[in-house]
């Protein structure tokens, strides 16, 4: 079994792998989908010497014109696409995701440099505004090191997505994938060397909580992306409260929910739910939890949407055939049991009970998609520590019948988090009262919750996020906008 682990080499500090640490601090990256064939052990890093790069590269790459800048990204790029068959594989095998969903994260990755350059790159060009005796001039600075905290479940596109928006700015990186996807990271790394960016500029350190805590906390950090759960995300807000003027985004979990109204396209809605939910096993920040149907509609759309749950096929996520492959750890499968376990304590009915299943003689953690109904509304405020109003991060959704737009609303807007709104329906008039009544940072129409797009911004309210939103608008976290009032001569 040793002979097929692969070999780990430490962080990337400098263009430069460290070595793969002391022996006694070895952990395994197991494959959430075959618990037989762990990928390779791996060790924490320094996340000290990997801020100490970037600090000492920032001023060199901050003065660097934005076209560069640019150019030098471009080549990450092309490394990323050379590496990209061994990233997609690594992905799957860490995080165990299907391959097909592994390969479109890595061609998104890709397709986000074009953003990037373009209409990121527009967001903060210099603006002069003039006067009488003043010319007013608007500029955008680096801040100066980024600390990028990356998730498990898109562990190359929400790893490298923030860190390239922050470099193209002007900033240096460090970035610390996820614990439980450390090869991806060193994929990564291994790009970012190839693409032989000056020494400093993107650094990679490994580690688990403790690393997350030392650049949250470091005063040489000053800023800070972080992509994971509410819980993680409150410590990390924590942290970063000890240095002031440390920018932070936080981007945490969701319980979103997809509304469909009496006139929708079924056939969409159905489809769009069932991808929404059970895409990436439900591990998604804007996976759909909750499905709000119309009275009207309400037994058409859950026959059809049980008989197309009914056909997923779980499997090992490197071979074909599958839909959902296993979830991604042990603590998430547990979590996800215990939160069937209190769906019926809390009186939901149980119309497909999900649950652990077997794969092909793989041992692994596999679950089978789950479905709830409610017959009424949840009564009183959310309370955390219940199945109604925490996200569960596994393949399962829950269904509530509401007798018009205004009572689904008011569902909707219930809760302790606030990403994503789907509304099915043909109406524009009932669309756009969603945008407005909704209480949640994105508002899809006729589109699954899991669906984004690049070139906007990406971000929720309440426990979903702090207000910082990322994607397009990553340059305002990693940027300082600079008034310039210059007397004309």
Known sequence: MKK??????????????????????????????????????????????????????????AALPPAA????????????????????????????????????????????????????????????????????????????????????????????????????????????PSELTPFVGQTLAEAVRDAALPPGVLNITQGAGEAGRCLAAHPGVDALVFTGSWATGRKVLDETGSVPGKICALEMGGK????????????????????????????????????????????????????????????????????????????????????????????????????PVSCAGRKGYYLAPSVHRRARPPAGEPREGTYADDEVFGPDAAVYVARDLDEALALNNRGLYGLVTSVFGRRRADYEAVVRGARTGLVNWNAATSRSSGALPFGGLGRSGNGRPVGLFSPFISTVPTACLERKR
């Open 256 to 355: 979103n929910a997809a509304i469909v109204l009496p006139d929708a396209d079924l056939d969409l809605a159905v489809r769009e739910a069932v991808e929404g939910a059970f895409m990436t096993s439900g591990q998604r920040c804007n996976s759909t939890s909750r499905i709000i149907l119309h009275r009207r509609i309400a037994e058409q759309f859950v026959e059809r949407f049980l008989r197309r749950v009914d056909r997923l096929v779980v499997g090992y996520g490197l071979q074909a055939g599958a839909d959902l492959g296993p979830v991604a750890s042990e603590k998430g499968f547990r979590k996800v049991l215990s939160a069937l376990r209190r769906a019926r304590a809390e009186g939901f009915e149980v119309l497909r009970a999900g649950g």
């Open 69 to 176: 800048r640019l150019r030098a990204l471009g080549a990450l790029r092309r490394a990323l696409v050379r590496h990209g068959a061994a990233l997609e594989c690594l992905i799957t095998r860490e995080m165990g995701k299907l391959v097909t969903e592994s390969r479109a994260e890595v061609s998104r990755l890709a397709a986000r440099f074009d953003v990037v350059a373009g209409e990121e790159a527009r967001l903060i060009r210099p603006e002069r505004h003039p006067g009488g005796d003043f010319d007013a001039r608007l500029v955008f600075r680096p801040r100066g090191v980024v600390a990028v905290l990356a998730p498990f479940n898109l562990p190359a596109h929400l790893a490298l997505s923030p860190a390239v928006s922050a470099l193209a700015a002007g900033n240096t990186v460090v970035l610390k």
């Open 4 to 61: 097929d682990l692969l070999p780990f080499k430490g962080d990337l500090v400098n263009n430069r792998f460290t070595g793969p640490g002391r022996r006694s601090l070895r952990r395994s990256s197991g494959d959430p989908g075959d618990l037989a064939r762990p990928v390779g052990e791996w060790s924490p890093g320094d996340a000290d010497a990997a801020v100490a790069a970037a600090r000492a590269a920032s001023p060199r790459w």
